[in-house]
């Protein structure tokens, strides 16, 4: 794995990390770009800046983004910030309705494998979480 550390705009640093997928998994030329951190460090802006330049979707990797009651603190990215990239997993579910670790598991897999991956072969899961 290729770790690159970059500067942010609020003087931290962003660390992106570059994950080849399995070939067992059939996208052998696929790039999986994870970024992670704090909230308010600055994933969001710089996950859009690389989402604009390689085509990519974002899929939020956040355990409270999820869940459309929680816009506000979950730090979700703005309507303006959404309409400039196709973003999953964000406000796409009801507090009320069960959701996990292994649920986002399964269904990132799914939607990378079948319908993300075929189309463009670099995507990127952002996220604070560590648990997703």
Do not use: W
């Not at 696929?30 to 970024?35: E, K, M, P």
């Not at 598991?105 to 997703?132: H, M, T, W």
């Amino acid at each position: 794995m290729n770790v690159q550390r970059y500067s942010d705009d609020f003087g931290g640093y962003l660390y992106l990390a570059g994950l080849k997928i399995p070939d067992y998994m059939s996208f052998q030329q696929a790039l999986l770009i994870v970024i992670g951190g704090p909230t308010g460090v600055g994933k969001t802006a710089f996950a859009l800046r690389l989402a604009q330049q390689t085509g990519a979707s974002i899929l939020s990797a956040d355990s409270r983004q999820v869940f459309k009651e929680m816009p506000i603190g979950s730090a979700a990215p703005s309507a303006e910030e959404l309409a400039q990239v196709r973003h999953y997993f964000i406000g796409d579910r009801s507090i009320s309705e069960p959701f996990n670790a292994g649920i986002f598991a399964d269904e990132a897999r799914q939607l990378l494998k079948n319908s993300l991956f075929p189309k463009n072969p670099v995507q990127i899961v952002c996220g604070g979480s560590g648990l997703y």
